[in-house]
Nanobody, 124 residues
Framework: QVRLVESGGGLVQPGGSLTLSCSYS????????MAWFRRAPFTERKFLAG????????TYEDSVKGRFTISKDRAANTVFLRMNDLNPEDTAVYYC?????????????????WGQGTQVTVSA
């Protein structure tokens, strides 16, 4: 049983930064991929960034390249999302997800496991 728990969300002013954490436990294999998605009100879940737990390879959605950074700490079973230069359009619930494959899919349905989400609100 895989369990993912996000933390680090909150209220931040425009231009500010946040780091989200995703602690994973259970049957996580070295070849799995981890990713961050978000869902703003009245929108679909959107891929932001993903990382291979084995190789460390990363991929990003174009709109967050250069602002968001995904990283991992395998010893701590944690994946991070560092978010810089946040703006109100980044307001959403942010989710961590795990795919049981070495590639990094961008489609939500290809991820088998999800966290409960953490709210990020960017507002003055």
């Amino acid at each position: 049983q895989v369990r993912l728990v996000e933390s680090g969300g909150g209220l931040v002013q425009p231009g500010g930064s946040l780091t989200l954490s995703c602690s994973y436990s259970g049957n996580t294999l070295i070849g799995d991929a981890m990713a961050w998605f978000r869902r703003a009100p009245f929108t679909e879940r959107k891929f932001l960034a993903g990382i291979s737990l084995m190789s460390g390879d990363t991929t990003y959605e174009d709109s967050v390249k250069g602002r968001f950074t995904i990283s991992k700490d395998r010893a701590a079973n944690t994946v991070f999302l560092r978010m810089n230069d946040l703006n109100p359009e980044d307001t959403a619930v942010y989710y961590c997800a795990q795919a049981e494959m070495p590639l990094i899919p961008t489609i939500p349905s290809l991820y088998e496991h999800w966290g409960q989400g953490t709210q990020v609100t960017v507002s003055a």
